[in-house]
């Protein structure tokens, strides 16, 4: 019995661990996060952001009264692209997955709502390729590696969700419009994701579901994201 009370008090101290430092990483982030909506709040259109804009203008392309400029919503789409983080092996990648979708429609929200839409399910696709794709290449490459066929059928599955569960977290960060001739509305939208947000879910719920080590499991997070996305 009171190896029984041992175990569970091991387990509960283990748990208590996790929660904490999960607690540390959020606030963590949450403090970055801030520092980055200061800087976006703060910006100056950029000259290229200018310069797209004008080009945009001309096409016929507006935003939706109360919205911020096109210049504006150019210039921290911008900056987002730029914005870097470090990688579990110390090399600066994007933090920042951005992706533009373009939808037609009778009204502005029924084309905003299907662009945003298609933005999501075409980012979410691409992500969940790539995670199959490298979970597949660590399985032929690594004949010694805790993972296995089932872990990679698992592991797909999970992720899949996971991806899906985290990306109702995108936001939006250039919305445009334009009147074709036929009166419909034209929309573009872009929207902005943390992969930093995204590779921790990943990590943290895989490895809780999971047979596979640590390390093994946070680089395979960080090459699928540091991929070509």
Known sequence: MKKVFVMLALAMMSSMTVSA???????????????????LLNSKPTKDAKKQAKQLKKQG?????????????LTESQLLGEELMVDEAGSPTKRYILHTSNQVSGTYNAGYAAARNAATVELA??????????????????????????????FNERAK???????????????????????????????????????????????????VEGDELNSL?????????
């Open 21 to 39: 430092q999960d607690a540390l990483e959020l606030a963590k982030q949450q403090k970055e996060l801030n520092e980055i909506n200061m800087k």
């Open 61 to 73: 392309w507006l935003v939706p009264a109360g919205e911020k400029s096109i210049e504006k919503q």
């Open 125 to 154: 696709a691409n992500i969940k390729t790539q995670v199959a794709a490298a979970m597949q290449a660590k399985l032929d490459n690594n004949q010694t590696s805790a993972i296995n066929a089932v872990t990679v059928d698992k």
């Open 161 to 211: 969700s996971i991806v899906d569960q985290s990306l109702t977290n995108m936001r939006t960060v250039v919305a445009l419009y334009r009147v074709l001739p036929n009166n419909n509305y034209e929309v573009q939208v872009r929207l902005v994701y943390d992969k930093k947000e995204l590779a921790a879910n990943l990590k943290r719920k895989l490895q809780q579901e999971l047979e």
């Open 221 to 229: 997070v960080d090459e699928v994201l540091n991929g070509k996305l």
